[in-house]
């Protein structure tokens, strides 16, 4: 079979002999005219896709903004039980934005971290950090029991059995100056305790769990 | 081109038939009647003169199949099928659905089930056949596995097929908020924190699905949109080119038929 590219044709059109061909022209007319109706239809549909496709990932990138909202007095939590407050996520959706926070006193004999220091209250997420199911403190058993899969932890949130991947989660406290407790934001520890910036459920958080799930782009520092 | 096979004659005993017209009949002009009579055939012709497109339906539907074809090759249709029955009932659900996360998307649907005349009929045959469809796309695909039918030239298929399956999970997963009752928000809560799960891209995917760092208003939408709109759409083409290749391709026979050997290559005869 001959091969069709073989054959060299010459460089400059005026050598190819095409009618009307400028002096040190390379590229002919034909595909000068097909190069900028591609180029025409590409600026097109970049300029109707590209502004749909931001428009759809926008959310990855919005902050969010910091919301403390009061969960009651301060007499009302003890430093030795947790006391169950329904706290809005999001006011727009109704029932389907709140959760509950197991909230209660800072307590120096337990709370021995030294990331809890200087925390007046401590407020735990009650989002299962395995895959988000609600966890329930259980008196009895002085522990946090999940009831989709099993997972258990214990007075501080830490893991000590099932499926999660790290501790459940905590929220920022404050008391304000009607001697009201008020959360904040929520943030993500590791098994030591550590504080990061609020990660999803399933995503660990000790060793390269930090890396593989990096923070959201949106998140802020407290 | 091969020449096409003709249509086959419909069944009727040739005592039943009627007679070919003969020259002088009606005074050699066609009588009203006989328009009438010959009204479908006429359109048909109309508009077949004009696109040729009896050509590409003899071409799909008329083709040779193996011998030993069986009923294990009907699975495939039966999901087209399926697809098509989600995509009639979704239609008519899509006039009654509010994706209002503010009890407006469960009052709708609550309305669909309990108050509208056939409602609870049509809205259980796209949830029923939701199941249905997963159910015979696994069946379709085991029939391909166990008899070989993946292979050369048929991988392309086999690579359609896959994302036709990953994209009706997508559509099962995505339907499942819809109701927005406890078993639909805690059900997208733990799919949306699986995805997340996925290392580097899972949080950022799980962003995406939401509509930010924590399940909201936007959700519901994204999922209606991704339900009803996106996918869909992607299905239906996506079919369209799984079909264009089955018939390109034909189906394969079944793993325990052999090969006739051609009389030319029989041992006693050489």
């Known amino acids: ?35 900028s109706a591609h180029t025409a239809g590409a600026i097109g549909a970049a300029a109707f896709a590209l502004p749909s496709l931001g428009f759809a990932l926008g959310p990855i990138f919005k902050s969010t903004p910091v919301r403390w909202e009061s969960v009651g007095p301060v007499d009302m939590f003890s430093e030795d039980n947790y006391i169950p407050v329904v706290l809005t996520l999001n006011p727009t959706i109704g029932e389907a934005g709140k ?22 209250y401590i407020a735990i997420s009650s989002r299962c950090a395995h895959l988000g199911c609600p966890v329930r403190w259980v008196d009895a058993a002085e522990r946090f029991i999940c009831p ?17 991947v790290r501790p459940l989660d905590r929220f920022y406290t404050r008391v304000n100056k009607d001697s009201e407790v008020e959360l904040g934001p929520r943030f993500s520890v590791n098994s030591e305790l ?14 390269i769990g930090q890396y593989l799930y990096p923070s959201r782009p949106g998140a802020q520092k407290l | 081109m091969p020449k096409l096979p003709k249509l086959p004659a419909p069944p009727v005993p040739s005592a ?27 359109l048909v012709d109309w508009v077949d003169e ?62 669909v089930t ?3 005349f056939l409602g609870q009929f049509v809205r259980g045959m796209h949830k029923w056949g939701s199941s249905v469809m997963v159910i015979l796309v696994f069946l379709h695909m085991g029939r391909t596995f166990f008899f070989g039918a993946y292979k ?34 805690w059900a997208t809560i733990v799919g949306v924190n699986i995805n997340g799960t996925g290392p580097l891209i899972g949080p950022y995917l799980s962003d995406f699905l939401r509509g930010g760092p924590e399940f909201g208003a936007t959700t519901l939408s994204r999922f209606y949109a991704i339900h009803m709109l996106l996918v869909p759409g992607l299905l239906a083409a996506l079919i369209g080119a799984h079909l264009y290749l089955v018939a390109k391709l034909g189906t394969t026979a079944p793993p325990w038929l052999k090969a006739e050997e051609p009389p030319e290559l029989r041992e006693a005869e050489v």
């Open chain 1, 1 to 35: 079979m001959p091969d069709k590219h073989a054959e060299q044709k010459p460089k400059y059109t005026l050598e190819r002999q095409i009618p009307g061909a400028f002096e040190g022209e390379t590229v002919t007319r034909r595909r000068f005219m097909t190069a």
């Open chain 1, 99 to 120: 959760t509950t926070v197991y909230v209660r006193k800072f307590n120096a004999t337990i709370d021995t971290d030294p990331y809890d220091r200087n925390t007046p």
């Open chain 1, 148 to 164: 989709c899969h099993g997972g258990v932890y214990d007075l501080l949130g830490r893991r000590v059995g099932g499926p999660p």
């Open chain 1, 194 to 207: 550590r504080r990061f910036s609020p990660r999803d459920p399933g995503e660990p958080l000790d060793g």
């Open chain 2, 16 to 42: 039943l038939q009627a007679p070919p017209p003969r020259p002088g009949d009606g005074n050699g002009r066609a009588a009203p009647a006989d328009h009438a009579k010959h009204a479908g055939r006429t």
């Open chain 2, 50 to 111: 004009r696109t040729s497109l009896s050509g590409g339906v003899r071409w799909m539907l008329f083709r040779k199949v193996p011998k030993g074809t069986n009923w294990f090759y009907t699975l495939g249709s039966a999901t087209m099928f399926v697809f098509l029955s989600q995509a009639v009932t979704g239609v008519f659900l899509a006039m009654y659905y509010r994706p209002d996360p503010s009890g407006g998307a469960y009052e709708s649907i609550r309305y």
């Open chain 2, 114 to 116: 309990n108050d509208v």
């Open chain 2, 152 to 185: 050369y030239p048929r991988e392309l298929n086999w690579v359609i097929g896959v994302v036709l399956l990953i994209l009706t999970m997508v559509m099962s997963f995505t339907g499942y908020l819809l109701p927005f009752d406890q078993r639909a928000y």
